[in-house]
C-alpha cells in the first residue's frame, strides 16, 4: 500500500518479556517518528529518525526503550523486559522530509497489551 | 516550552449543527500548530495546519480553522456536522522544528 504500514496491528505479551514493533515508512520519506498514545499520558513524542542523521531519542522513556532504522527505511522499536505501563498503542510516522513543513503521514499503529 | 490545550474532553452535536473545538497554545516563538483527527482504531490524519500567512486556514472535510495571535487560539469549526465526523480530534504544536506536541484530544459525538 501506499500508507505507513505498522505491525503487529496488536500484540499481546506477559510481564517481562521483551517486544518488537515495526514500522514500514512510505516509500521515499526520509524522516521517521514513533509515538506512544495511553490513557494516562495522551500522545507522547519517542523518537525520530532523519536520513543519516543521529536520532533523536529524547522521548524515549526509559533505557528499556530503543530503536533503529535500517537502511534509511524500515524501523523497528523494541522494548525490553516490558511492564503494565508499557501497555498503549503505538503510533508510527513519516514525512517526505525533516522539517515540521511537511506533513507526517500515521500508520494505524501496534496495540500494545502486557499483562 | 511549547503546549496546547484543549478544552472539552468530549463535545456532542446534532446533525447540521456547528462544530467548534477549541484550543490554545503556548508558544515562545511564532507556532506551527495543526489539528489531526483519530478514526476508531486508525492512525492520525491531518485536517489542515497553520504556518505562517493566512490566519484562517481550510483543511479537508469542510473543516477550517483561525490562528488568533492575541488570543493564543487556534479553534476548529465547521458549519454543519455531519455523522461521519464522530471521531477525536487533536490539536498540536510543533516543537524544535519537528516534533508535535498533542493536546490531551476531544472526542466528537454527533446526535442523528
Known amino acids: 500500500g501506499a500508507g505507513v504500514s505498522q505491525s503487529p496491528s496488536n500484540k499481546v505479551t506477559e510481564k517481562g518479556k521483551d517486544v518488537e514493533l515495526r514500522c514500514d515508512p512510505i516509500s521515499g520519506h526520509t524522516a521517521l517518528y514513533w509515538y506512544r498514545q495511553s490513557l494516562g499520558q495522551g500522545l507522547e513524542f519517542l523518537i525520530y529518525f532523519q536520513g543519516n542523521s543521529a536520532p533523536d531519542k529524547s522521548g524515549l522513556p526509559s533505557d528499556r526503550f530503543s530503536a533503529e532504522r535500517t537502511g534509511g527505511s524500515v524501523s523497528t522499536l523494541t522494548i525490553q523486559r516490558t511492564q503494565q505501563e508499557d501497555s498503549a498503542v503505538y503510533l508510527c510516522?513519516?514525512?517526505?522530509?525533516?522539517?515540521?513543513?511537511?506533513?507526517?503521514?500515521f500508520g494505524d499503529g501496534t496495540r500494545l497489551s502486557i499483562l | 516550552a511549547q503546549s496546547v490545550t484543549q478544552l472539552g474532553s468530549h463535545v456532542s452535536v446534532s446533525e447540521g449543527a456547528l462544530v467548534l473545538l477549541r484550543c490554545n497554545y503556548s508558544s515562545s516563538v511564532p507556532p506551527y500548530l495543526f489539528w489531526y483527527v483519530q478514526y476508531p482504531n486508525q492512525g492520525l490524519q491531518l485536517l489542515l495546519k497553520y504556518t505562517t500567512g493566512a490566519t484562517l486556514v481550510k483543511g479537508i472535510n469542510g473543516f477550517e480553522a483561525e490562528f488568533k495571535k492575541s488570543e493564543t487560539s487556534f479553534h476548529l469549526t465547521k458549519p454543519s456536522a455531519h455523522m461521519s465526523d464522530a471521531a477525536e480530534y487533536f490539536c498540536?504544536?510543533?516543537?524544535?522544528?519537528?516534533?508535535?506536541?498533542f493536546g490531551a484530544g476531544t472526542t466528537v459525538t454527533v446526535r442523528a
Open positions: 510516522a513519516s514525512s517526505r522530509t525533516g522539517g515540521i513543513s511537511q506533513p507526517q503521514h
Open positions: 498540536a504544536v510543533s516543537v524544535d522544528d519537528y516534533k508535535l506536541s
